[in-house]
């Protein structure tokens, strides 16, 4: 069965501090990842997804197969960052399903 | 474009009663994906239509049910609602292949007194 684990459901940073927000993952086939963020009052929105090797807002995640984790990471966090990122984990060939973790509430303090 | 709309917003129903929510995707997107969200059990996948045919479910119940027209428009319908449906439920859309990108909708928040 599929499942995305987010061991940390709070994250505080400062700004200009490095950011690493973990997500590992189960999952029996070759997974597509993805990284979707929400900031307040804005709807689900795609951060990146693995396939595409994108740095977006600075940030690059590595899908690491042998530690089945997929860590989103920004070397310096700025304040427009504060919000809940979720990683997810899409398992079927032929069907657009996402298996979202819980999710990180992402807060940079200025 | 514009995006991904759902209606209505907001919605307030008690238990045993039926609700339907809508969804338009983004103009020439074909696949039409329902999520529930709660705060115990996170983000789960509901279902998914492509071509109005049902491509994929999740593990719900069988009083959550959809549909997809020919326009792409999408519908769920939950009958016989309990307290626990109460949730954001959003729909998601992408353009047809498998595991494209996703673009959600702003949500329906149902209530269940």
């Known amino acids: 069965a599929q499942r995305v684990t987010q061991p940390e459901k709070l994250l505080s940073v400062f700004k200009g501090a490095p950011v690493e927000l973990k997500c590992n993952y189960s999952?029996?086939?070759?997974?597509?990842l993805f990284w979707y963020v929400q900031y307040s009052r804005q709807r689900l929105q795609l951060l990146l997804r693995h396939i595409s090797r994108e740095s977006i807002k600075g940030f690059t995640a590595d899908l690491n197969k042998g530690e089945t984790s997929f860590h989103l990471k920004k070397p310096f966090a700025q304040e427009e960052d504060s919000a809940m990122y979720y990683c997810a984990l899409s398992g079927w060939t032929g069907a657009n399903n996402l298996f979202f973790g819980t999710g990180t509430r992402l807060t940079v303090i200025p | 474009k514009a995006g991904v709309t759902q209606t209505p917003r907001y919605l307030i129903k008690t238990r045993g009663q039926q609700v339907t929510l809508s969804c338009s995707p983004i103009s020439g997107h074909r696949s039409v994906s329902w999520y529930q969200q709660t705060p115990g059990q996170g983000l789960q996948f509901l279902f998914e239509?492509?071509?109005?045919?049902?491509?994929n479910k999740g593990n719900f119940p069988g009083r959550f049910s959809g549909r997809q027209f020919s326009n792409s428009r999408s519908e769920m319908n939950v009958s016989t609602l309990e307290l626990g449906d109460s949730a954001l439920y959003l729909c998601?859309?992408?353009?047809?292949?498998?595991?494209?990108?996703?673009?959600f909708g702003p949500g329906t928040r149902l209530t269940v007194l």
């Open positions: 999952y029996s086939g070759s997974p597509e």
């Open positions: 239509y492509f071509s109005e045919t049902q491509r």
């Open positions: 998601a859309s992408s353009s047809e292949g498998a595991k494209d990108t996703q673009y």
